[in-house]
């Protein structure tokens, strides 16, 4: 009997038993948690199938921590593309956050701010776990609608399963302890500004923790609504959700600059390209040589200084690349906006045909002419205005 047991652990390391093991969160000041979600989203409305994707990129530094647990601020990027696999990624919003981040797991979070909508999950027990302990906790799951904020508590169901195999879709190759949990609810909604009346969701999370970094490393997600509205038609959308965790220490100006010194190394003479850094990482700033008058088509030469631009970011194949399109002030601000959205976009597309780099690496958005680099009041200062920043992302 025991050697069937060793041998099925020996092909199965997903059976692998663990130890007694206390789960918590250590983060401490100057720590920064990085997590990188992307969902697939199934939509069905009115009988009609529709589809969406969407990647968040948060990144949270810890300003403060106590013996109980850590003062965490920054920011969630959102982006979307639909349908699902079809063209890039727009940068979306941002939304600010500040909240206290316990070390079993519970947040307090001011109702100034709409991030993180999903708190408190996971909760941990105060005590050390053996693989098949289960208990239950408390949560909390906000929606905003304008302003109307809407408040759902859940109970939350956890089992620590054991140490076993992070699934092949988190490309990570390693034994974690897992943890597995679910919780359902049902929410009537009084209140007649909001558009439906009653919510249902169900959803059940594998989350795998490094308790050594005291933080998680992969979590997958299945995740339903069905949204019954106050006309009679009936909303459903099913989510995979999956997040990837990192806990780095905060980049310091010195790991900032040996990148704009590589860059500057790469493009010295090429007077089309520019680089500086900002608290986010290093931007590659590409002036208006790249576009006709008021034209997204790349000119010829863009297409040479793209290569050079190219060959760059291959060298950060991991990091997370922002493309933003900027206008002068002459023109409409209608018109400037997608303007520059075209631009950017343009510019993702000629970039992850040339680097290969997974397009979840990429997004781009338009700002018009409401980031002026200079003055608008002259010529020399709307030529510098007309641009393309590409930031390479390092916190």
Do not use: C
Not at 143 to 168: C, R, W
Not at 300 to 319: C, F, M, N, S, T
């Amino acid at each position: 009997m025991m050697l069937r047991l060793l041998l099925a652990l020996a092909l199965f390391p997903g059976l692998a038993a663990a130890g007694p093991v206390r789960f918590e969160f250590k983060l401490e000041k100057d720590d920064v948690l990085a997590v990188d979600k992307y969902q697939d989203i199934r939509i069905q409305e009115n009988g009609e199938q529709k589809s969406r994707e969407e990647k968040n990129r948060i990144v949270l530094k810890v300003s403060d921590s106590t013996p109980s647990g850590a003062v965490m601020e920054g920011l969630f990027h959102t982006y979307t593309r639909s349908p699902r696999l079809v063209g890039e990624y727009r940068r979306d919003r941002d939304f600010n956050s500040r909240f206290i981040f316990q070390k079993n797991g519970e947040n307090v979070v001011s109702d100034d701010y709409v991030m993180p909508n999903l708190r408190g999950l996971p909760t941990f027990p105060d005590k050390e776990l053996s693989a098949g302990d289960k208990w239950q906790a408390p949560g909390l799951e906000t929606m905003d609608f304008g302003s109307t904020k809407i408040k759902i508590p859940l109970n939350v169901a956890y089992q620590f399963t054991g140490v076993t195999h992070l699934p092949e879709d988190s490309k990570l190759s390693q034994d974690a302890p897992e943890i597995q949990y679910v919780y359902t609810f049902h929410k009537a909604i009084s209140d007649p500004r909001v558009p439906f009346k009653m919510i249902v969701g169900h959803s059940a999370d594998r989350l795998w923790f490094d308790t050594n970094a005291g933080v998680p490393i992969f979590d997958t997600n299945r995740l339903t609504y069905t949204f019954y509205m106050r006309d009679g038609q009936i909303l459903r959308m099913a989510y995979r959700i999956d997040s990837w965790w990192k806990k780095t220490r905060r980049a310091r100006p010195e790991d900032r600059q040996e990148i704009v010194t590589d860059v500057n190394r790469q493009i010295a003479e090429n007077p089309n390209v520019t680089v500086h850094q900002t608290d986010e990482g290093v931007v590659l700033n590409l002036n208006a040589i790249l576009f006709d008058v008021d034209s997204a088509n790349l000119s010829e030469q863009a297409r040479g200084d793209l290569d050079r631009v190219a060959e760059i970011l291959r060298k950060y194949p991991d990091r997370e690349i922002r493309v933003s399109g900027h206008t002068d002030s002459t023109g409409g601000a209608a018109h400037n906006v997608k303007l520059s959205e075209d631009r950017a976009r343009s510019v993702v597309q000629n970039l992850g045909k040339r680097t290969g780099i997974d397009s979840k690496r990429f997004s781009y958005r338009g700002y018009g002419s409401t980031k002026p680099a200079a003055d608008n009041s002259t010529a020399d200062g709307r030529a510098k205005n007309r641009r393309v920043e590409i930031l390479i992302v390092t916190d």
